[in-house]
T-cell receptor
Framework: GQQLNQSPQSMFIQEGEDVSMNCTSS?????WLWYKQEPGEGPVLLIA?????ELTSNGRLTAQFGITRKDSFLNISASIPSDVGIYFC???????????????FGEGTQLTVNP | NAGVMQNPRHLVRRRGQEARLRCSPV?????VYWYRQLPEEGLKFMVY????????ESGMPKERFSAEFPKEGPSILRIQQVVRGDSAAYFC?????????????FGSGTQLSVL
């Protein structure tokens, strides 16, 4: 099946540092989304990107939809301890009869923030 | 998590027993997606259902697994004769339509442990 390559797999940073993670795909997606998952919980939507080249911010988070539609990155500025969790990228396609709003997920980036 | 309710949160079964996982979508949503997450991995698509219809079950194992979304009541993911490899977190998400550009909101998941 479709694979999304997400990197890095894990990051250990100091509080206050900026963080960057990215996802690449071998095929095009119409929408890119970024989710955060905390232990024992489901993924929570952080940012949704709908247009190639789009740059969107949500507080200290900034994400971009790559021009080629095959990649996206997420930046977190001035990290704080509560940023700890697993961050997932997800791609979504339109126009396929059976896919609906189905998502393809990356493998996740485990973020650890040391106070 | 925008009102997607899953139960139970934790389910323990012995090998060979049946597991039933329930998902009540956001009120008014008629499309449901089930995903499975193995430890330290991303979410993998299993099945996409609309009320009384299975739209796409390409991610679901052919044997022992089944899903339904009746006209009334929650969506059910059923696993017969569970094996240890079925141990995972199972997440449900819902959307209001098949628009293909809908944000998916996830429930908190059911953690299935097979002894």
């Amino acid at each position: 099946g479709q694979q999304l390559n997400q990197s890095p797999q894990s990051m250990f940073i100091q509080e206050g540092e900026d963080v960057s993670m990215n996802c690449t795909s071998s095929s095009i997606f119409n929408t890119w989304l970024w989710y955060k998952q905390e232990p024992g919980e489901g993924p929570v939507l952080l940012i949704a990107l709908y247009k190639a080249g789009e740059l969107t911010s949500n507080g200290r988070l900034t994400a971009q939809f790559g021009i080629t539609r095959k990649d996206s990155f997420l930046n977190i500025s001035a990290s704080i301890p509560s940023d700890v969790g697993i961050y997932f990228c997800a791609g979504q396609r339109r126009g396929e009869e059976t896919s609906g709003s189905r998502l393809t997920f990356g493998e996740g980036t485990q973020l650890t923030v040391n106070p | 998590n925008a009102g997607v309710m899953q139960n139970p949160r934790h389910l323990v079964r012995r090998r060979g027993q049946e597991a039933r996982l329930r998902c009540s979508p956001v009120k008014g949503h008629s499309h449901v997606y089930w995903y499975r997450q193995l430890p330290e991995e991303g979410l993998k698509f299993m099945v996409y259902l609309q009320k009384e219809n299975i739209i796409d079950e390409s991610g679901m194992p052919k044997e022992r697994f089944s899903a339904e979304f009746p006209k009334e009541g929650p969506s059910i993911l059923r696993i017969q004769q569970v094996v240890r490899g079925d141990s995972a977190a199972y997440f449900c998400a819902s959307s209001p339509s098949r628009g293909g550009n809908e944000k998916l909101f996830f429930g908190s998941g059911t953690q299935l442990s097979v002894l």
